[in-house]
Structures are given as structure tokens and as C-alpha cells.
């Protein structure tokens, strides 16, 4: 059962003095040391830092892949912490949406197809599925390529296609693993635009984590870490 606790208006995502160890051995990694954070929903939040900061790391915690060691995690209105491994990944499948720096496209299935599996896996039917997934596709300009393999899509278009994936099934809170980090200047500009374009809506919330500071002019607010700790939190719109 979810247990919802008290959270505040608009926000989808609520930290409080989360902390994340990994035992290497006889030796404890501390990753995340007491990170205290909100995302709020209609924005675009960017967690910024240098390699190894932990960044990854709190974003797999707000999404439900790690577990903290210690602390409070409020997502969306649910205690995710406190769900068995099975409502875990019904609560993703329901409400989280994931673009990464690869792609993690299949090879053997057409960027429509590719961007209906989440659909799929959930048992809609396929014509509803595919139909879906043209309409995204066509929103993030690929309406002409639904049919091409990703073996003929560009990096660019590859990270199209992921997005469109990650918005089919309509998610409140999509987190993004350094989108850009493997485009160059054009196309990494053109997928943050995306996001900001298609992503960013009054009931959805979007958190990027990257080290690239080209993408700061998308971004509503910028969280800043360094050794497993929030150092800063600014907004960027007026």
C-alpha cells in the first residue's frame, strides 16, 4: 500500500536528509550525504556537479531504482521508499518516464515500435500503441523516420526517439542521465529544447542530471552537488 505523506503544493519531489552508502568490501562508499532537496512540478531542474559527485546516484533514489540508506524520499504524493519491489515498479511504470545517455534502443524494431514498448508492456493495444508513439515521434520531428531502425537514425534522432519513449505513456516525473553528454553543440541543444518543448508541462516535473553547462539556459532551476551533498539551489527564470 502507498503511504502518502504530507507535501508541498506543486512539488513532485521532496528530499530530506537522504543518504546512500555502498559497501566495497570492508570499505563504506557514501554517496549521498544528507541531501536535502525539493523538484517542483512545471519546471525543469538540473542537478549539476562534478563526475562522481552523486548526481546519478540522487536520481536513481527520486526514481525508484535504489533504495536510500537513511533519510525521507516523497515522490509524487507516495513514500517510495516504503513500497515492496513489485509496487516499486508498478509506481515507475505508472508515473516515471527515463532518457538516458544511450539510447537503449532495440535494434531490431522501428523507432515507432521502439517508442510503444512502454505501451506494450502494459498491455494496451498495439494499433492504440503505435499510434501513440507516430503522434510523439511527430512532435519531436520525426514523423518521417517512424519506420527507420535505429541503426539508420542519427545520435540526434536516437535520443529522439528515446524521449518520445519516455513520454508515451504520459509520466509525471521524467529524469533525464546526461542526455546530451555523448551530441555535439547542434544536436544536444536541439534535445534540450525538446525537453523544455515537449517535457515540461504544469503536471509533469523533469530533473537532468549532466555536467554540461551548455544546457543551464533550459533549465528553471539548478541544484548543485559536490561530494554527495546539495551546495546550492538557484533559480534561473525570472
Same mark, same amino acid.
Given at each position: %500500500?502507498?503511504? $502518502?505523506?504530507?507535501?508541498?503544493?506543486?512539488?513532485?519531489?521532496?528530499?530530506? $536528509?537522504?543518504?546512500?552508502?555502498?559497501?566495497? !568490501?570492508?570499505?563504506?562508499?557514501?554517496?549521498?550525504?544528507?541531501?536535502?532537496? =525539493?523538484?517542483?512540478?512545471?519546471?525543469?531542474? &538540473?542537478? %549539476? !556537479?562534478?563526475?562522481?559527485?552523486?548526481? *546519478?546516484?540522487?536520481?536513481?533514489?527520486? /526514481?525508484?531504482?535504489?533504495? @536510500?540508506?537513511? !533519510?525521507?524520499?516523497?515522490?509524487?504524493?507516495?513514500?517510495?521508499?516504503?513500497?515492496?519491489?513489485?509496487?516499486?515498479?508498478?509506481?515507475? %511504470?505508472?508515473?516515471?518516464?527515463? +532518457?538516458?545517455?544511450?539510447?537503449?534502443?532495440?535494434?531490431?524494431?522501428?523507432?515507432?515500435?521502439?517508442?510503444?514498448?512502454?505501451?506494450?508492456?502494459?498491455?494496451?493495444?498495439?494499433?492504440?500503441?503505435?499510434?501513440?508513439?507516430?503522434? &510523439?515521434? =511527430? !512532435?519531436?520531428? &520525426?514523423? =518521417?523516420?517512424?519506420? $527507420?531502425?535505429?541503426?539508420?537514425?542519427?545520435?540526434?534522432?536516437?535520443?529522439?526517439?528515446?524521449?518520445?519513449?519516455?513520454?508515451?505513456?504520459?509520466?509525471?516525473?521524467?529524469?533525464?542521465?546526461? @542526455?546530451?553528454?555523448?551530441?555535439?553543440?547542434?544536436?544536444?541543444?536541439?534535445?534540450?529544447?525538446? &525537453?523544455?518543448?515537449? /517535457?515540461?508541462?504544469?503536471?509533469?516535473?523533469? +530533473?537532468?542530471?549532466?555536467?554540461? @553547462?551548455?544546457?543551464?539556459?533550459?533549465?528553471?532551476?539548478?541544484? *548543485? %552537488?559536490?561530494?554527495?551533498?546539495?551546495?546550492?539551489?538557484?533559480? *534561473?527564470?525570472?
Amino acid at each position: %500500500m502507498t503511504m $502518502a505523506v504530507p507535501q508541498g503544493e506543486g512539488l513532485a519531489v521532496v528530499c530530506r $536528509a537522504v543518504t546512500k552508502e555502498f559497501r566495497q !568490501g570492508s570499505v563504506i562508499v557514501r554517496a549521498l550525504r544528507g541531501v536535502d532537496v =525539493e523538484v517542483r512540478m512545471g519546471e525543469l531542474t &538540473l542537478l %549539476m !556537479g562534478p563526475s562522481g559527485c552523486g548526481k *546519478t546516484t540522487l536520481l536513481s533514489v527520486m /526514481a525508484g531504482i535504489l533504495d @536510500p540508506t537513511s !533519510g525521507s524520499i516523497n515522490v509524487l504524493g507516495s513514500d517510495i521508499e516504503r513500497l515492496t519491489s513489485r509496487q516499486k515498479t508498478a509506481f515507475r %511504470m505508472k508515473n516515471i518516464g527515463f +532518457v538516458f545517455q544511450m539510447h537503449n534502443l532495440l535494434p531490431a524494431l522501428s523507432a515507432m515500435e521502439n517508442t510503444a514498448v512502454p505501451l506494450l508492456i502494459a498491455r494496451r493495444p498495439r494499433n492504440a500503441a503505435l499510434a501513440a508513439a507516430r503522434q &510523439l515521434l =511527430e !512532435g519531436v520531428g &520525426l514523423g =518521417e523516420r517512424v519506420d $527507420a531502425l535505429p541503426s539508420r537514425l542519427s545520435g540526434g534522432e536516437q535520443q529522439r526517439v528515446a524521449i518520445a519513449r519516455a513520454l508515451v505513456h504520459r509520466p509525471r516525473l521524467l529524469v533525464c542521465d546526461e @542526455p546530451t553528454s555523448a551530441l555535439d553543440a547542434k544536436s544536444g541543444h536541439a534535445i534540450m529544447q525538446q &525537453l523544455r518543448d515537449i /517535457a515540461v508541462e504544469p503536471d509533469r516535473a523533469v +530533473v537532468v542530471v549532466t555536467h554540461d @553547462p551548455r544546457v543551464i539556459e533550459f533549465a528553471d532551476r539548478i541544484a *548543485t %552537488m559536490d561530494d554527495g551533498r546539495i551546495t546550492d539551489v538557484r533559480e *534561473t527564470k525570472a
